[in-house]
Nanobody
Framework: QVQLVESGGGLVQPGGSLRLSCAVSGITFSSYTMTWYRQAPDKAREEVARITNSGGTTTYADSVKGRFTISTDNAKNMIYLQMNNLRPEDTAVYYC????????????WGQGTQVTVSS
C-alpha cells in the first residue's frame, strides 16, 4: 500500500520559516519524481517544487525561487520542503506527490498539510 504522509505545517509570521516533510512508503523511491504542490482557497492547485530522484534535478515555481528548497533523503524515503522568507500569499494546503518517472499512471498524493502565513 502506497502512503505519503505530510507534516510540518502550521502558522508562521511573514518572513518566517517552516520545513515540510513527507514520509513515503510502498514504492521504489528512486523510480519516482517527487513534487510539492499547493492549493490556496478558491485557487487551482499549483506546482511549487519538483525533484527527479534519478538525477536530483530540481525545478521551482517562479513565485518561490530563492526562498524554497526541495530535497530528499533516499535512505529514509523522505521528501522535504524548506520554506524561508514566507509571505501571506504562500498560505495554502501543501501536498506531496510521487509520480513514476516513466509510468505516469502510478501517481500518488498525500493528504496535505496547512501552511498559514499571517501576523
Amino acid at each position: 500500500q502506497v502512503q505519503l504522509v505530510e507534516s510540518g505545517g502550521g502558522l508562521v509570521q511573514p518572513g518566517g520559516s517552516l520545513r515540510l516533510s513527507c514520509a513515503v512508503s510502498g514504492i521504489t523511491f528512486s523510480s519516482y519524481t517527487m513534487t510539492w504542490y499547493r492549493q490556496a482557497p478558491d485557487k487551482a492547485r499549483e506546482e511549487v517544487a519538483r525533484i527527479t530522484n534519478s538525477g536530483g534535478t530540481t525545478t521551482y515555481a517562479d513565485s518561490v525561487k530563492g526562498r524554497f528548497t526541495i530535497s530528499t533523503d533516499n535512505a529514509k524515503n523522505m521528501i522535504y520542503l524548506q520554506m524561508n522568507n514566507l509571505r501571506p500569499e504562500d498560505t495554502a494546503v501543501y501536498y506531496c506527490n510521487a509520480r513514476h518517472s516513466r509510468l505516469a499512471w502510478y501517481n500518488y498524493w498525500g493528504q496535505g498539510t496547512q501552511v498559514t502565513v499571517s501576523s
